[in-house]
């Protein structure tokens, strides 16, 4: 291999379906400077001689568990690890992850099979944990988990998961619970994303209140539930951007009756330094 200052290797999510781990480990011998590396569906248990090459690795993604849960004990992540996604990680695999999981900073579920209970007990093992990604299986338990245990977060972004109600977990939702919980305990966070199924005044007041970091705010009210505790939304989002002075970023997307027009005047009064905005509904 001619390159030998190599940092940077993605092909995650591209046409190389197929990943030899020759050439991974080649690499990484050959690439002592290699920091993040991502791919696609390719077996853990063939990576063990490219995580022991890639000393100084501090981000990997990609991967897949198609063994028994058992084997993966003996595979060793790089010192340096502190950025972590693997695909289709289910409870019996996710062991694996708890000896370096206080230092990681940031960590990649949206394609995991975790439950809300596997949530719970992956985070609380994170302290230094700043960037999350994950689906809103998490719940409200895991988001008060985060909240306890996480508090150097910075960036949260929670996709929304499967509709059918038998592929999630039945606590997988999040709701102003859990958004409560999370304004009160990660004050420093900067970006949230995330799909609720429930949502009130006070958790958006509660938002306004804290993060006084947020620069860039995107929620999605869901349709799944027929009641939603308290609309319009007028007061929250008054709060929330009135409060969140460094906001620059802002989508919105409720169901018919989210906001009125007060609401809407407050966001034209409240909104003079936001510089992208979205606004929707169902």
């Known amino acids: 291999m001619n390159n030998t200052v190599l940092e940077t290797l993605n092909f995650y999510m591209t046409d190389l379906s197929q990943t030899s781990f020759q050439d991974l480990e080649m690499i990484a011998k050959g690439c002592k400077s290699l920091l993040s590396v991502k791919i696609g569906d390719c077996e853990i248990l063939d990576l063990v001689g490219f995580f022991r090459s890639a000393v100084s690795l501090e981000e990997f993604g ?14 060793e992540y790089p ?4 950025r972590l996604g693997l695909n289709y990680m289910s409870t019996k695999e996710m062991p694996i992850v708890f000896p370096f999981a206080s230092r990681l900073k940031k960590l990649d579920l949206l394609y995991a099979l975790l439950d809300t209970e596997d949530h719970c007990l992956l985070l609380q093992r994170c302290p230094n944990l700043e960037v999350l990604e994950t689906r809103n299986v998490i719940g409200d338990r895991g988001m008060e988990v985060l909240a306890r245990c996480c508090k150097k977060m910075k960036r949260l972004r929670i996709e929304r998961g499967a509709d059918e109600q038998e592929m999630e977990d039945e ?6 619970r859990g958004l409560t919980a999370l304004a009160q305990g990660c004050l420093e966070l900067e970006y949230i994303a995330v799909y ?41 989002i008054r709060s929330l951007l009135s409060g969140c002075r460094k906001l620059r970023r802002f989508a919105l997307y409720l169901r018919p009756g989210g906001l009125t ?22």
Not at 79 to 82: R, S, T
Not at 171 to 176: A, K
Not at 211 to 223: G, H, I, Q, Y
């Open 261 to 282: 027009d007060v609401g809407l005047a407050y966001i034209g009064q409240y909104s003079q330094n936001i510089r992208w905005m979205l606004l929707g509904s169902w």
């Open 62 to 75: 990609g991967g897949c568990f198609n063994d028994q849960a058992e084997r993966y004990a003996s595979v």
């Open 79 to 82: 010192p340096k690890l502190c």
């Open 196 to 236: 609720v199924s429930d949502i009130t005044n006070a958790a958006l007041e509660s938002m306004g209140m804290n993060l006084k970091n947020l620069c860039d705010f995107r929620m999605v009210l869901l349709d799944r539930e027929e009641v939603i505790t308290d609309l319009p939304l007028d007061n929250g």
């Open 171 to 176: 606590e997988g939702i999040v709701s102003q």
